[in-house]
């Protein structure tokens, strides 16, 4: 009962997570991309972060849980001995490279805009999206038993 109810919010938050970023790239980047302004990403950036980055938080301590759950521990991560370890893994590391890119563009690539999106902004985002959505299949595999 324990591992559905962390399972259950960890889906939570991934919907929130996966949800919020494909709400960007889809519909705030292509208003950027038109109008050649910042105004609609900050204004989604501004009202998605209070949501999304404690949906990133449940997502890690929940994927931890579900990793000790499946009895893969954290000595046993980045060994990639078994499918399910493997799933674990490569989610973990995709999770490391969101974080530096995040950090990237609040330290480096947000400041320089000056109101004028880059096209490295928008590729940072359909990154960023597409390794949320890659996150989410790679879940679905721990079903059938992993990698």
């Known amino acids: 009962m324990k591992h559905h109810l962390v399972l259950l919010l960890h889906l939570l938050a991934a919907t929130i997570w996966v949800g919020g970023?494909?709400?960007?790239?889809?519909?705030?980047?292509?208003?950027?991309?038109?109008?050649?302004?910042?105004d609609?990403?900050?204004?989604?950036?501004?009202?998605?972060?209070p949501v999304g980055i404690p949906s990133l938080?449940?997502?890690?301590?929940?994927?931890?849980?579900?990793?000790?759950?499946?009895?893969?521990?954290?000595?046993?991560?980045?060994?990639f001995q078994n499918p399910i370890e493997k799933v674990i893994s490569i989610k973990l590391l995709l999770l490391i490279f969101s974080i530096m890119m995040a950090i990237s563009a609040v330290k480096f690539i947000f400041p320089k805009l000056r109101d004028k999106p880059t096209i490295l902004l928008y590729l940072l985002i359909t990154v960023?999206?597409?390794?949320?959505?890659?996150?989410?299949?790679?879940?679905?595999?721990?079903?059938?038993?992993g990698l």
Do not use: C
């Open 21 to 38: 970023h494909l709400i960007l790239l889809l519909r705030y980047v292509p208003k950027a991309i038109k109008t050649k302004k910042l």
């Open 40 to 49: 609609e990403i900050s204004f989604f950036r501004k009202n998605f972060e």
């Open 128 to 145: 960023v999206t597409l390794i949320a959505v890659t996150m989410v299949v790679l879940g679905s595999l721990i079903r059938i038993g």
């Open 57 to 79: 938080i449940v997502l890690l301590i929940t994927g931890i849980i579900m990793s000790y759950d499946f009895g893969v521990s954290n000595d046993q991560w980045f060994s």
